[in-house]
């Protein structure tokens, strides 16, 4: 997936929200194909098909997608801040869609199932600790956390941004609009979510990402 951008990550950088949401709203490019998509879908759906999931919240949900990993929910709230992923989205009486900054988001609800998929490595730390002490007060003892993360296959607490800003090949693939992004080890990502408790993860083969759920 992110192969061509291998050697244009940095040790340092930073993540601003308006230009990752400008990247959305102008190209709404999940950087993979239809193929991928629907393998990750079907290991999403494999991977939670022992967990209660009426009730959905879809944080970072683009068009919503990820509804379609299950079939028998109740009721389905996806969440993005990209105004061009909403607006090309339909609510009804069991899917529900709002355009909110996901970090900030809190509602006096309780849900089965909160997803994050794909959505860390367009988060800071700190943003990824505040939105997981909002996800907390959003579940019962019951409820889980589905993580899925582009994970660094290196050791230790290590993480890597990339910023298509920077290099004269990197400014000519992404003219229109620039990119940013982040990836983190396991470990690094364990430890974001370490208010949380550890169920069971799984690496996605052919893939680098991993999939991981918790619990309170």
Known sequence: ?????????????????DIVKKYFNKTQSL?????AASIEQDHISD????YQCRTILDLGCGEGRYSHCFKNYEYYHG????????????????RKFSCSDVVEFYEDKIYDTVL???????LEDED???????????????????????????????KIYYD??????NRLRFLKPRYQIIRRTKDYELELFSSLRLLKMKEIPGTSYTLYSFAK
Do not use: A, P, W
């Not at 997936?1 to 929200?17: A, C, D, P, Q, V």
């Not at 991977?47 to 022992?50: H, Y």
């Not at 994050?116 to 367009?122: E, H, M, S, V």
């Open 164 to 169: 298509s800003k920077k290099g004269l090949i």
């Open 47 to 50: 991977f939670t098909k022992d």
């Open 79 to 94: 969440v993005d801040f990209s105004e061009s992923f909403i607006s090309n989205t339909e609510s009804s009486e069991r």
């Open 116 to 122: 994050l998929i794909g959505l860390i490595t367009y």
């Open 128 to 158: 990824i600790k505040k939105m997981v002490n909002n996800i907390k007060g959003m579940m019962s003892s019951n409820s889980v956390v589905i993580l899925r993360s582009v994970t660094l296959k290196d050791n230790g607490l290590k």
């Open 31 to 35: 950087m993979f194909d239809k193929k």
């Open 1 to 17: 997936m992110f192969h061509f951008l291998k050697k244009n990550f940095t040790r340092s950088g930073n993540i601003e929200k």
